[in-house]
């Protein structure tokens, strides 16, 4: 079985822990991507008209001879039409409620019946989380989207991480373990070319690495101006342990949190 060394937050070596076979698990970069989009589209919103639009107006005309409100004999076109104005027995008729009128119906509208999710087996869902594991203790593959320098991974500090309520505490840590020019690189933002900066999403960021442990809150609270994210190891996602769909993300665990992945 493997094993990994346990940190202090000095950045000195306290122990070892044996690895989960997750750790060990074949890479599979289509199924995590395909696990990724599945659990990404959760999040659609549907859109759709409502199914009374363009049909509220009465056009509903006689087409025999002689009846009131008729359109025979008058050379006017099978479109359904209703009355604007009249004058004794005479009436002024427009297009209503067909998809070539003004103000019509919309001849195929998006319906609230159509299924924007993707579904998923349970088991292609743990065999994506544990393929992504896997990718995340390849220096290789988490090389080429983090700053990692020559840190042996994968990363496992000692539970003391966890009482980190500070901001500046955490980033002390983190560069004492080798990560500094990682948390430099994710603190870079630029502005956002085209509309996207008129709808609340002006900057960019690079996506930084995720903390995974089994007490999320006061880290949750340290870490939120440093771009990082902080996740529970009994709730993990593809999207917490990919990097957007893709493998080799950099993540840094707790000693509990390892002891406690069962997947």
Not at 39 to 58: C, H, I, V, W
Not at 73 to 81: D, Y
């Amino acid at each position: 079985m493997k094993k990994a060394n346990v940190l202090s937050l000095n950045n000195q070596k306290v122990g070892e822990i044996d690895l989960p076979d997750a750790f060990e698990y074949i890479i599979n970069k289509k199924l995590i991507q395909k696990a990724f989009l599945a659990e990404q589209s959760r999040n659609f919103q549907l859109k759709y008209t409502d199914p009374m639009a363009g049909k509220r107006k009465s056009s509903t005309l006689s087409k025999t001879r002689r009846t009131y409100k008729t359109v025979y004999g008058h050379g006017l076109t099978r479109t359904p039409k209703k009355v604007t104005w009249r004058m004794g027995t005479q009436f002024v008729y427009v297009g209503a409620t067909a998809p070539n009128t003004v103000g019509g119906r919309e001849a195929h509208p998006p319906k609230k019946e159509k299924v924007l999710e993707k579904k998923l087996n349970k088991k292609e869902k743990i065999a994506a989380i544990k393929s992504a594991i896997a990718a995340s203790a390849n220096r290789d593959i988490v090389k080429s989207s983090h700053e990692i320098g020559d840190i042996e991974l994968p990363i496992v500090i000692e539970d003391k991480l966890n009482d980190i309520s500070k901001t500046k505490e955490l980033y002390k840590t983190l560069s004492a373990i080798g990560l500094e020019s990682e948390l430099i690189r994710t603190k870079k933002r630029i502005i956002r070319a085209g509309k996207g900066k008129m709808r609340g999403r002006k900057y960019k960021k690079k996506l930084g690495m995720i903390i995974i442990t089994t007490e999320p809150d006061k880290l949750r609270r340290s870490a939120a101006n440093m771009n990082i994210d902080v996740a529970d190891v009994r709730k993990l996602n593809v999207s917490d342990v990919s990097h957007a769909g893709k493998p080799g993300r950099l993540i840094v665990w707790t000693q509990s949190a390892v002891a406690s992945l069962k997947i």
